[in-house]
């Protein structure tokens, strides 16, 4: 039974992590190589190679990026965008998806700073992103506080608070490290080596 046991949790220590990243992969790639290979696929039959959805997704993107630098196709982009914020339900919608893809690729990106922060009360350090530095723009009376986004522990939720710019403790971590420490709830410290190691 002794046997056994240690089997299963060498089993699930080695293998399971293995085979759920892997599970992770193929559904993700499915999921972009279907976004034009179920249009394509039916033109080229047998010769259909997977891959080919996402070689095509990333082409549309670079070529409509391309366009939106162009004078008259970025005016046609820029009046879709603003009849997008324009119509009630889509412009929240909307402008919670350009703001979020824009944190992660945009010239200003979010989740670059690691901060500590004294949360849920004083004396407790948790660990957050900075998100915006300039909440005044719209809460007029919160001109010296920082957004910052606390990530929740084995999940991609998290919350978002107003802290004093005072009680942020910038520290030098890499933000996927920090990422990484917080979803898997601490427990890839032992693995990761601090600055004085």
């Given at each position: 039974?002794?046997?056994?046991?240690k089997?299963?949790?060498?089993?699930?220590?080695?293998?399971?992590?293995i085979?759920?990243a892997i599970?992770?992969?193929?559904?993700?790639?499915?999921?972009?190589?279907?976004?034009?290979?179920?249009?394509?696929k039916?033109?080229l039959?047998?010769?259909y190679?997977?891959g080919?959805?996402?070689?095509?997704?990333?082409?549309?993107i670079?070529?409509?990026g391309?366009l939106?630098?162009?004078?008259?196709?970025?005016?046609?982009?820029?009046?879709?965008?603003?009849?997008?914020?324009?119509?009630?339900?889509m412009?929240t919608?909307y402008?919670?998806?350009k703001?979020?893809?824009?944190s992660?690729v945009g010239?200003?990106?979010?989740f670059?700073?690691v901060?500590l922060v004294?949360w849920?009360q004083?004396g407790?350090k948790?660990i957050?992103?900075?998100t915006?530095?300039?909440?005044?723009?719209?809460?007029?009376?919160?001109?010296d506080?920082?957004?910052?986004?606390i990530p929740?522990t084995?999940?991609?939720?998290?919350?978002?608070?107003?802290v004093p710019?005072a009680?942020i403790?910038?520290?030098?971590?890499?933000p996927e490290?920090a990422m990484?420490?917080?979803?898997?709830g601490?427990?890839?410290?032992?693995?990761?080596?601090g600055?004085s190691q």
């Amino acid at each position: 039974m002794k046997f056994f046991v240690k089997n299963f949790i060498n089993g699930v220590l080695t293998i399971v992590p293995i085979i759920l990243a892997i599970y992770v992969f193929v559904k993700v790639f499915t999921f972009f190589d279907g976004l034009l290979g179920k249009y394509v696929k039916p033109y080229l039959h047998d010769a259909y190679i997977p891959g080919i959805g996402i070689l095509g997704t990333i082409a549309l993107i670079t070529v409509l990026g391309w366009l939106s630098t162009q004078y008259i196709s970025g005016q046609v982009i820029k009046l879709i965008d603003r009849l997008l914020e324009s119509i009630p339900f889509m412009k929240t919608v909307y402008s919670v998806l350009k703001d979020t893809i824009a944190s992660f690729v945009g010239e200003k990106r979010s989740f670059s700073k690691v901060v500590l922060v004294e949360w849920p009360q004083t004396g407790m350090k948790c660990i957050g992103f900075i998100t915006s530095e300039e909440v005044e723009t719209l809460f007029h009376p919160l001109k010296d506080h920082v957004a910052v986004y606390i990530p929740q522990t084995f999940q991609m939720a998290g919350i978002t608070v107003l802290v004093p710019k005072a009680q942020i403790e910038v520290m030098d971590v890499k933000p996927e490290e920090a990422m990484k420490f917080v979803l898997s709830g601490g427990m890839t410290s032992a693995k990761t080596k601090g600055p004085s190691q």
